[in-house]
Every structure is written in structure tokens, then in C-alpha cells.
């Protein structure tokens, strides 16, 4: 069995991190996010097939360096395709009923589950789906049992027909590939899902319970830390040959972090070799790797790319900063995004 991770996109809303590394790479308490969704694939998925391009070659290395007991391949859309058309160009690769899943959704999905149910109820397509409580925001479903009648672009809450929404992890059958047009950027939700609906074919919801974060953001990049490191029961997540001389508390450190004395971290992500210096304070921020931060500097919502280097006594709040030259090609708005949030 095959499952399609889509890997391909920008992650414009998580710049400056995605300047400099894939969004798919970013790492949840210091293990790239890509590794989650393989990891919580079902035995049954023997073959993984990366849909990705921008910044392939490490998202490449990384399966290269690191074993997940499953068949890699690496299928690079020159272009941007979107999730259909990307799952279109992984055609040659699909044996039988396969996955379509984004590679920036943390959630406690049971995948195996999920295919029993698909097949017990002779599914043609199967998406998960989440309750929210702002429909209005999304897409939802109209759900009849487990059958979708259609999707509903931000309905007014009173006109909602549920609050469930498309959870970004499908699976189907391999006829749905005959209606995907090759060589376009085609979106599974907005073309292939609707015009599957229109068929009357058996098109179904499965609903996740437990706990769902599309990490697509950066408040969502921090949430998903809280989550998980609550799960583990440790007030901090820390990295190797750390530091630490101040006061850290809901963070997590990559390797080689310090923190100088009379220092005040709360609930940040300080990526590798991160250096704050003596009595700053932080709090809610992401630092990207090899930055510096200088003493006596409060710093918070603020996300900081890689290498940068902040002066002493600097006082800064919900900012971004990245002061060095903006890769080439990287687009200023979001291109090809699947689900629009
Ligand atoms: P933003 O630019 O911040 O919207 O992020 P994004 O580019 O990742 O887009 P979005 O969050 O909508 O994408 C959801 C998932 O689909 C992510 O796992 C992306 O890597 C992936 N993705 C988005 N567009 C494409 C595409 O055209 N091709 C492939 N292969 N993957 C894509």
C-alpha cells in the first residue's frame, strides 16, 4: 500500500523559518515534522512517496539518513501541482487504495483504523475529519451517518450543517486518479472531491478524536509544542550539550543551546546553538538556529530566521525578523495551498 505525503509547498506563513529549511523539516521538540506523519503510518503502507520540490534535496537527505522500514520515493513536481495534481504525478508508483496525506497536520489520527472503516463501509474516497468550533473560518462537511453530501465554504454558524471539517488525510481508491487531469495544478478538494460527490460515489468522513493541529502557522507551530510536551509530562524539551544558567520553563531547545544567568525563557522553540544572553526574557518566541540574543533584551511573539543577531537591551514584540537576502523564487504570497485556512 501506498501513501503520498505532500511536501511541495512554501510554508510562506512560517517565514522567515522557511527561508532556510523545508516546512515538512521543521522540527517538533527537535524531530522534523515529516517524521510524525511516517511514523504514524500503518504497517499495511510498505511505500512512501515524498510529493515535493521546493528544497527537495533535503527533505532527500533526510530519508536518506534516517530509516523508517518503508520504500522512499522522492517525486519532484518541477512546478507546484496542488494535492491533486500531485498525487496524479505519483500515478506510476500506486499499486491498490493509497493515501493522500499534508505533511503539516499533527494529529492522533489511527491510519490503520481508518482503512478498516473505508473498507467495511466499501468507501471510494474516505477523508478525516475534525470538529471545530468557528465554522466560519473553514470549509465544513454535510455529513449524513458517514456519508458527505457536500462541503460548505465558511457557512454562518447558524447555517452550518455540522462542525466537522476536512482534516487533510485521505484515502482512496486508485480509479480516483482517472479523474485527475495530468501535467496542471489541480486541487483534490475544490475539483476532485466535489466532482466525486457529484458521481454518487460512496464518498465518506472518518473522524479523528484526540488531538488535531494543522501546523501552518506559527501560533500553530507553538500550540503543537504545548501538546506534545505536555504529553510528555516535562516542563522543558532539551536538546544536547545545553546550557543553561537562567530560568527555562515550557520550551524547547535544540543541541547546543545556551542561556545565560538571570535569563527568562517561557514557552519558546530556540532551535540549535541558539545563544541568549545574561538577563534577557523571552517569551513565546521561535529562534531560529545560530542566533544570538543580546543581554538584557525582551523579546516577545517573535520569530527570528536563522543566523541573525540581536542587540543588547533590544525590546521587541510580535515581530518577524530576517534581515538577510530573501531566497530566489520564494514567492511572496502562498502558492498552490490545498486548504485554504
Ligand atoms: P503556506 O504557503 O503557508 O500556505 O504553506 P504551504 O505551502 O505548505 O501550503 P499549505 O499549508 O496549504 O499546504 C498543505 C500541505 O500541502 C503541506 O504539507 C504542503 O507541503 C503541501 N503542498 C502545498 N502545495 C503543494 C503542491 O503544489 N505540491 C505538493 N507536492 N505539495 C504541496
Not at 479523474?179 to 496542471?184: A, F, L, Q, Y
Not at 537562567?246 to 524547547?252: I, L, N, P, Q, T
Request: aromatic share 8%; hydrophobic share 35%; glycine share 10%.
Amino acid at each position: 500500500m501506498e501513501a503520498i505525503i505532500l511536501a511541495g509547498g512554501f510554508g510562506t506563513r512560517l517565514k522567515p523559518l522557511t527561508y532556510t529549511r523545508a516546512k515538512s523539516l521543521l522540527p517538533i521538540m527537535n524531530r522534523p515534522m515529516i517524521s510524525y506523519i511516517v511514523n504514524q503510518l500503518p504497517d499495511e503502507v510498505n511505500r512512501v512517496i515524498l510529493a515535493v520540490n521546493y528544497r527537495k534535496k533535503e527533505i532527500e537527505e533526510f530519508f536518506e539518513g534516517n530509516d523508517f522500514g518503508k520504500e522512499i520515493i522522492v517525486n519532484e513536481e518541477k512546478t507546484p501541482l496542488g494535492t491533486g495534481g500531485a498525487a496524479k504525478f505519483a500515478e506510476k508508483h500506486i499499486t491498490g487504495s493509497f493515501f493522500v496525506l499534508n505533511s503539516d497536520i499533527i494529529s492522533s489520527l489511527d491510519m490503520k483504523k481508518m482503512v478498516d472503516f473505508h473498507y467495511k463501509n466499501n468507501g471510494f474516497i474516505t477523508i478525516s475529519l475534525w470538529p471545530v468550533k468557528n465554522v466560519s473560518e473553514f470549509g465544513v462537511v454535510d455529513i449524513e451517518g458517514d456519508r458527505i453530501k457536500k462541503f460548505v465554504e465558511k457557512p454562518r454558524p447558524e447555517e452550518a450543517p455540522s462542525n466537522l471539517i476536512n482534516a487533510g488525510a485521505y484515502f482512496m481508491e486508485p480509479e480516483v486518479m482517472d479523474r485527475i487531469e495530468s501535467g496542471r495544478l489541480v486541487s483534490m478538494e475544490k475539483e476532485i472531491f466535489p466532482k466525486v460527490i457529484g458521481e454518487g460515489k460512496s464518498f465518506l468522513g472518518y473522524r479523528v478524536s484526540g488531538y488535531w493541529i494543522d501546523v501552518g502557522r506559527i501560533k500553530s507551530y507553538l500550540r503543537v509544542h504545548r501538546i506534545l510536551m505536555e504529553k510528555t509530562g516535562k516542563e522543558n524539551f532539551v536538546g544536547e550539550n545545553c546550557k543553561i544558567q537562567g530560568k527555562v520553563s515550557g520550551s524547547c531547545l535544540g543541541d547546543g543551546v545556551f542561556v545565560g544567568e538571570g535569563t527568562e525563557v517561557r514557552d519558546s522553540i530556540l532551535y540549535d546553538r541558539v545563544h541568549v544572553s545574561e538577563m534577557a526574557k523571552m517569551k513565546n518566541c521561535v529562534i531560529g538556529e545560530d542566533c544570538e540574543i543580546g543581554r538584557d533584551s525582551d523579546l516577545e511573539n517573535v520569530v527570528i530566521g536563522d543566523n541573525e543577531v540581536i542587540e543588547d537591551g533590544s525590546m521587541i514584540r510580535d515581530k518577524k525578523i530576517w534581515t538577510q537576502k530573501i531566497p530566489e523564487g520564494y514567492p511572496e504570497e502562498q502558492v498552490g495551498n490545498v486548504l485554504k485556512r
